[in-house]
């Protein structure tokens, strides 16, 4: 049986999630592995949700915001940026990895990048297997 991995996308409302709605007007297809959070801004993401995230069985996490200059709240998507970068090594350490968590501006008017986001993050969680937590958890 294939890998399906399961993946938490942690998208702003402001762009990000906008664009997702985009692309599915426009009926834009991407792989369904990826269950969406909306946030009012990815500022609001911090290490402890996405550690949850991971806790609760996610194989991978993916944060999607503003680009630098458009946040809606001044500078919460570089606090997003300055918290996914220093939690790398700790993913490294414990075992899940860094390439686990990815951190990717979507614009609200870039609906094409959005399937093209879900489904690389897609296949790069699939070449890396199920994450050793959500192995524990369904006792392997
Ligand atoms: S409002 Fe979109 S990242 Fe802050």
């Not at 630098?68 to 350490?93: E, I, Q, W």
């Not at 990048?113 to 297997?129: A, R």
Request: charged share 20%; aromatic share 8%; net charge positive.
């Amino acid at each position: 049986m294939s890998f399906e991995p399961k993946i938490i996308g942690f998208f702003c409302n402001w762009c990000s999630y906008a664009a997702t709605d985009l692309a599915g007007i426009s009926r834009m297809k991407y792989l369904p592995n990826v269950r969406l959070i909306r946030v009012m801004c990815t500022g609001r993401v911090d290490e402890r949700l996405i550690l949850k995230a991971f806790v609760a069985g996610a194989d991978g996490v993916l944060v999607c915001g503003c680009h630098p200059g458009d946040c809606h709240y001044m500078k919460g998507n570089l606090s997003a940026r300055r918290r996914v970068t220093g939690l790398r090594p700790f993913l490294d350490a414990v075992g899940i990895g860094r390439d686990r968590l990815r951190l990717q501006w979507i614009g609200a008017s870039d609906g094409p990048m959005v399937p093209e986001t879900i489904n690389s993050f897609t296949e790069t969680i699939k070449q890396l297997g199920p994450s050793p937590l959500s192995r524990r958890q369904n006792g392997h």
